[in-house]
């Protein structure tokens, strides 16, 4: 598996846009709809073939099924980078990979877009929702077609008490070195590589 994109939630979609424009200094592209959660998204594509998504609850759209992912129901507070997401090529064959609560996956489709996604049937992915998600696309992944940023991820830093198991679970499903584990409260964090310097996500 390799690391497909990262999302920044927020309590209006609006929130979480400004706070990635804030953060990084590049303006957020258009987007769209989740029909089957009730969310909505806009997308900047980042170098090395990834993406960025700020995402939120969509306020017009009853979900077609609830929970919803990423945890959204119970989203509080400001802004924040909330989840990161794994690319498989055969889903089916590796989710055994995962932590058992994390091997579900529902088929998910956006305009012409369509993919199979890793949904926790309570919408918490393990290790208080920083363990990744993991998707398989069935087109093309979206990132090449997406307005492109100029910004490179740095590094990827999850905090967890429990970190060494965390790391263990991670081990079996991807090698990054750009993906490091701390010990401590739970947090995500990410840095990157911008047309203005360095800078960080939180």
């Excluded at 690391?3 to 209006?12: C, I, M, N, R, S």
């Excluded at 945890?71 to 924040?80: H, I, K, V, W």
């Excluded at 919408?123 to 307005?147: E, H, I, K, S, T």
């Excluded at 940023?149 to 740095?154: A, D, T």
Aim: hydrophobic share 40%; glycine share 8%; net charge negative.
């Amino acid at each position: 598996m390799i690391l497909d994109h990262l999302a920044v939630a927020g309590a209006t979609l609006e929130d979480a846009a400004a706070h990635v424009e804030q953060s990084l200094g590049i303006p957020l592209g258009p987007g769209g709809a989740h029909a089957r959660y009730g969310t909505r998204n806009r997308l900047i594509g980042l170098e090395d073939g990834l993406y960025l998504e700020a995402i939120a609850v969509d306020p017009e759209t009853q979900p077609q099924e609830q929970p919803r992912w990423f945890n959204l129901d119970q989203f509080a507070g400001p802004a924040r980078l909330s989840n990161w997401i794994l690319r498989s090529e055969d889903l089916e064959a590796e989710k055994s990979l995962l932590p058992p609560h994390a091997q579900r996956h529902v088929s998910m489709q956006r305009g012409d877009l369509r993919w199979l996604m890793t949904v926790p049937a309570d919408g918490l992915l393990p290790y208080d929702n920083l363990f990744p998600a993991v998707l398989q696309w069935q087109a093309d992944p979206p990132a090449a077609r997406l307005p492109q940023s100029g910004c490179r991820l740095s590094r990827l830093i999850l905090s967890h008490p429990e970190a060494s198991a965390l790391q263990q679970a991670l081990d079996r499903i991807i090698a990054d070195p750009r993906i490091a584990v701390e010990q401590g409260a739970p947090a995500m964090m990410a840095e990157f590589g911008t047309p203005h310097g360095q800078r960080q996500l939180r």
